[in-house]
């Protein structure tokens, strides 16, 4: 399906380059402060700096007293609609509700019957990828990471499209509303492909139901057998409301949205999108949760037991255990300092079908994890931290029986959502090209000729 590809370049040539080289690409943390940079685009405070205003969702973690900050309960709102509402309406009527968050990010409104209908009968038409594209796309170029693989196939639908270029809302909304569809499509066939060719495992691609919600068409696609229990769906389709947007500034959307500013097509700028959501420090930060998890327990005598997982995590933040890194993947986030609202549902949701599945033991520990935490960081930072909602995503995962390769692609395919909204309302509000300053710190020299160096 794929050859390899190797490179003509010698790792060994170049190594001796990089002295040099990085040498000439660092700069002084002194120089940062001397001309106040704003790092990370983030304030001394830990604060984002302001760089735009959106009706679309609100992340609230603090509020500002006398210029200094103070932790509050966190608080995520989609167009002002507050997401404990949003769900909690979803349980009590026992129905889908990522649908219903698709129109609502996208148009600024919750849908009534006949629309929320439309947009259902919209995305099970464009769930379908176009003729051979499986085959020429996906099946001749496998990639060991789904990520990289949902990028490359985004930027591909490019060629497929007869109007790419156009930014109209029209045409964006139309190219939005399709890969919204298409993305969990592309995740699974992707998936499927990296099976055969680099797990050597059986590949199947099951027919599409145009019946089901997004959630339920996932968990039929990822699994031989297709069969799923009412109980299993509605927990995934919390995931994707919990996972459709977070706020202009977080990295991804972000991405989307400098991209956007530039006047490029959809595709490019919603692959920029998958681009950040693939680092680790962003989207990959649940893979590392569920690492962690498995190595507590695997390291701890009893994993259930408070004393014991605060010795383990001492041991994490000394970088005596873990990844080396010192950090207690799960805990802490730029906004939310007492409470990650998500990270609040999850746990209520998850709690029930984690013990019924068997996994007790994994839920407990992640508790104390989420218990112990706030306190060591305090002691050992001084920061202020909570659970985030990668600390149970990982194991609402294990328990829906998703394999670790698409625990991010699964995220992409619910933000992908929130990329889209803003892309909209960049390019109907903005019409500004997005361009922080950088400023130079090279002193000025003067050029040798060759025959002189």
């Not at 170049?14 to 940062?32: A, Q």
């Not at 409470?339 to 599945?357: C, G, M, N, Q, T």
Request: charge should be neutral; hydrophobic fraction near 35%.
């Amino acid at each position: 399906m794929s050859a390899n590809y190797i490179s003509p370049i010698s790792m060994d040539a170049i190594s001796s380059l990089c002295t040099e080289l990085v040498k000439n690409n660092s700069i002084s943390k002194d120089d940062f402060s001397r001309y106040h940079v704003k790092r990370g685009l983030r304030n001394e405070d830990g604060t984002g700096v302001m760089a735009g205003l959106t009706r679309i969702c609100s992340v609230e973690g603090y509020y500002i007293l006398d210029g200094e900050r103070v932790p509050k309960e966190g608080k995520l709102s989609y167009r002002g609609y507050d997401i404990n509402q949003i769900v909690e309406n979803c349980q009590k009527e026992n129905r889908f509700g990522f649908e219903e968050v698709i129109w609502l990010l996208l148009f600024g409104n919750l849908p009534n019957e006949h629309q929320l209908t439309s947009l259902q009968e919209v995305l099970s038409a464009c769930r379908e990828l176009p003729e051979d594209f499986i085959e020429d796309m996906i099946m001749k170029h496998a990639s060991k990471d789904i990520m990289n693989k949902m990028a490359r196939s985004i930027m591909c639908l490019y060629s497929y499209d007869e109007n790419p270029d156009d930014i109209s809302t029209v045409n964006v909304l139309r190219q939005s509303l399709q890969l919204i569809a298409q993305v969990p499509s592309i995740m699974n066939a992707a998936y499927q492909v990296k099976r055969r060719v680099f797990d050597g495992k059986s590949m199947y691609l099951h027919p599409l139901n145009k019946d089901q919600t997004t959630a339920e068409h996932i968990l039929t696609q990822i699994r031989a057998n297709k069969k799923f229990t009412d109980e299993e769906a509605k927990l995934l389709d919390i995931m994707l409301m919990l996972h459709a947007d977070h706020g202009g500034g977080n990295n991804s959307t972000f991405s989307t949205r400098v991209l956007t500013s530039s006047g490029t097509d959809t595709y490019s700028a919603i692959t920029a999108g998958i681009g950040s959501l693939k680092g680790p420090r962003h989207g990959g930060a649940n893979i590392s949760a569920a690492r962690m998890m498995n190595e507590i327990i695997a390291n701890v005598a009893d994993p259930t037991d408070e004393g014991q997982v605060k010795d383990y995590l001492v041991k994490i933040l000394k970088k005596e255990a873990g990844d080396g890194l010192g950090l207690i993947y799960g805990m802490g986030h730029a906004v939310y300092t007492v409470s990650d609202p998500r990270a609040v549902i999850l746990k209520k949701s998850a709690r029930e079908l984690a013990y019924k599945a068997g996994y007790e033991k994994e839920f407990l520990t992640l508790e104390n994890v989420e218990k112990i935490t706030p306190g060591l960081i305090k002691e050992f930072k001084g920061n202020d931290v909570c659970a985030n909602v990668d600390l149970y995503s990982g194991l609402v995962y294990k328990v829906l029986g998703i394999p670790e390769d698409l625990y991010t692609p699964l995220f992409a395919s619910a933000r992908i959502v929130g990329w889209c909204a803003h892309r909209i309302e960049e390019l109907s509000t903005s019409k500004k090209i997005i361009r922080p300053a950088y400023k130079s710190v090279s002193g000025k020299r003067d050029y040798t000729p060759l025959s002189k160096r």
